[in-house]
């Protein structure tokens, strides 16, 4: 299973990054409804407890290790 926080981004503006955080919890609900309807149960993840790891800032000037 892929899981959210698996993925990872910098974003030098505020607003796109809540952008992503959401876009991502929508995507990951998409395919929970798409894995629900080819095994027949849905994967039980409330409350939203894992998020992306997307993270204000410049990507030129920030350490990525």
């Known amino acids: 299973m892929i899981k959210l ?7 030098i503006d505020e607003w796109p ?6 876009a991502m919890w929508l ?3 998409q395919m929970n409804r ?3 309807r080819q095994f027949g149960r849905e994967p039980d993840l409330l409350p939203l407890k ?15 290790g």
């Open 5 to 11: 926080e698996h993925f990872h981004g910098i974003e």
């Open 17 to 22: 990054v809540r952008i992503a955080e959401v």
């Open 27 to 29: 995507t990951q609900h």
């Open 34 to 36: 798409e894995f629900a």
């Open 50 to 64: 894992s998020a992306a790891h997307i993270i204000n800032g410049n990507a030129l000037v920030l350490d990525w």
